[in-house]
């Protein structure tokens, strides 16, 4: 059986998620897994939830917990990337705080905005470190990342390093079944197509019974008949573009410059939109990790596990078992939408068996739902280069295309932000640091897969 790797497995409540889930295959139930975490106590309680979680399935996996990498990757098969770099203080709190300066409010800020372009930074030198140790000890495994951002630190992976790697979310397989309830329509009857970019996908169709359901939808929430109000975002672009965007209202609205706006009280109370959403998620998670641990301590287990509907299990039993599964990852752009740019990050569905990840084709995104992608793209692309090339002018680059920066902003407040974020996070940021190649360019970290950074050579 599989050697399977988690990489951030201090966060314990994901990490039983996803354990669970592979260990309810019995095909699965007696692999080796190896957790992995830089922090020594959260890796301890963890350790505890695997057996835990072991235990209530019946399975008898091999457990190992380390600090070492090397001995975490060695042979591995799957590597999962479940981390985040700085945690809540001081990471999160600087990419809400430091904004909030300049009168830039965010919701979730992980996935885009000033808060992403940061994050970014932060998070994809330590995964590519990571992916070099692994181009050693497991170059044939496949990696499965949870992290986000998700779109910029998959793209960064495969474009970065040669590790096999797919980007996993869980928007796709959830977002449309509130929809389909509010119609009377059982969810699990519903076959969907749904293609994009990571957290701006959308369901090109949502059928049952070979019945188009969009029509049905767009009344009900046209009429006012139904419009909850954690989703007012959503339903209003659904109104206005005619399909259905598979991440939540919250994360939605810091994504374009329509919604937030610093000077439009109204528009947050019109669409209830929750600034400074994503710190208040993070002090409910540590409480959470915080009650499990109580209980793990008090030597109380799980009862009733049932499998969740996170891709990542169903990825790794089909490529063992050879039994075909189709998720929904975020892969690069290889003449899979023809209206995005070739070579970005896109979310598709991918074929799963023995042979890998097989991203299927989609063809054109209706004109409008692709000029939507390509703004988010343009600042993907150059927070991918500013890490990968370690030339810092990309980042204020981003920041300056960033759709909700850019308007709430002028030049030179994006420029003397992105300076204040620079600052405060001082000596997280590797690629920055100044290498001498000898060639009289100001640059920093170069990767041996090139880029269009210095072009020295060196």
């Given at each position: 059986m599989p050697k399977i790797t988690f990489v951030g497995a201090g966060s314990t409540v994901f990490a039983r998620n996803i354990l669970s889930d592979c260990l309810s295959y019995p095909e699965l139930a007696g692999s080796e897994i190896a957790l992995f975490d830089?922090?020594?106590?959260?890796?301890?309680?963890?350790?505890?939830?695997?057996?835990?979680?072991?235990?209530?399935?019946?399975?008898?996996?091999?457990?190992?917990?380390t600090m070492n990498p090397e001995e975490a990757f060695d042979g591995a098969q799957y590597v999962i990337f479940m981390f985040q770099v700085g945690g809540y203080e001081p990471s999160t709190v600087i990419d809400f705080e430091v904004p909030k300066k300049y009168g830039l409010r965010q919701t979730i800020a992980d996935t885009l905005g000033i808060g992403g372009i940061f994050r970014a930074q932060r998070t994809i030198p330590v995964?590519?470190?990571?992916?070099?140790?692994?181009?050693?000890?497991?170059?044939?495994?496949?990696?499965?990342?949870?992290?986000?951002?998700?779109?910029?630190?998959?793209?960064?992976?495969?474009?970065?390093?040669?590790?096999?790697?797919?980007?996993?979310?869980?928007?796709?397989?959830?977002?449309?079944?509130?929809?389909?309830?509010?119609?009377?329509?059982?969810?699990?009857?519903?076959?969907?197509?749904?293609?994009?970019?990571?957290?701006?996908?959308?369901?090109?169709?949502l059928e049952h019974n070979g019945e188009d359901l969009y029509p049905r939808i767009i009344e009900k929430?046209?009429?006012?008949?139904?419009?909850?109000?954690?989703d007012r975002v959503r339903l209003d672009m659904l109104l206005r573009i005619g399909y259905y965007i598979t991440e939540s209202s919250e994360h939605f609205s810091e994504y374009n410059p329509w919604f937030i706006k610093r000077d439009r009280p109204d528009l947050i109370e019109r669409y209830n939109i929750p600034l400074d959403e994503y710190p208040r998620r993070c002090?409910?998670?540590?409480?959470?990790?915080?009650?499990?641990?109580a209980d793990l301590e008090a030597g109380k287990g799980f009862e009733g596990l049932r499998r969740t509907s996170e891709y990542g299990s169903r990825i790794i039993h089909a490529m063992e078992t050879g039994e075909p599964a189709l998720v929904h990852g975020s892969v690069l752009n290889h003449e899979l939408i023809d209206n995005l740019p070739y070579?970005?990050?896109?979310?598709?569905?991918?074929?799963?068996?023995?042979?890998?990840?097989?991203?299927?084709?989609?063809?054109?995104?209706?004109?409008?739902?692709?000029?939507?992608?390509?703004?988010n793209i343009n600042v993907q692309e150059l927070s991918v280069l500013a890490a990968l090339t370690g030339n810092?002018?990309?980042?204020?680059?981003?920041a300056m295309l960033d759709p909700h920066t850019a308007a709430e902003l002028s030049l030179d407040e994006i420029w003397s932000l992105v300076d204040d974020l620079f600052e405060a996070h001082e000596?997280?940021?590797?690629?920055?640091?100044?290498?001498?190649?000898?060639?009289?360019?100001?640059?920093?970290?170069?990767?041996?897969?090139?880029?269009?950074?210095?072009?020295?050579g060196h």
């Open positions: 830089i922090d020594d106590a959260r890796l301890r309680t963890s350790a505890k939830m695997a057996e835990h979680v072991a235990k209530a399935w019946d399975a008898s996996p091999r457990i190992v917990a995964m590519l470190q990571y992916a070099y140790m692994m181009e050693d000890l497991c170059p044939k495994a496949t990696v499965l990342n949870y992290v986000n951002p998700m779109a910029m630190n998959t793209w960064a992976m495969l474009a970065g390093s040669d590790m096999a790697t797919i980007g996993l979310c869980h928007s796709v397989q959830g977002s449309h079944r509130h929809l389909c309830e509010a119609i009377g329509v059982n969810p699990d009857e519903v076959n969907y197509t749904c293609a994009g970019i990571n957290h701006m996908a959308f369901y090109l169709s929430v046209a009429s006012g008949e139904y419009c909850p109000d954690w002090v409910g998670q540590i409480k959470g990790w915080e009650a499990m641990r070579g970005c990050c896109v979310e598709v569905p991918c074929l799963i068996d023995r042979n890998g990840i097989q991203p299927v084709k989609v063809g054109h995104l209706p004109s409008t739902l692709a000029a939507m992608n390509r703004t810092k002018e990309y980042v204020y680059h981003a000596g997280m940021l590797p690629q920055f640091e100044q290498q001498d190649c000898g060639c009289g360019h100001d640059h920093g970290h170069h990767h041996h897969h090139g880029d269009d950074g210095c072009g020295c």
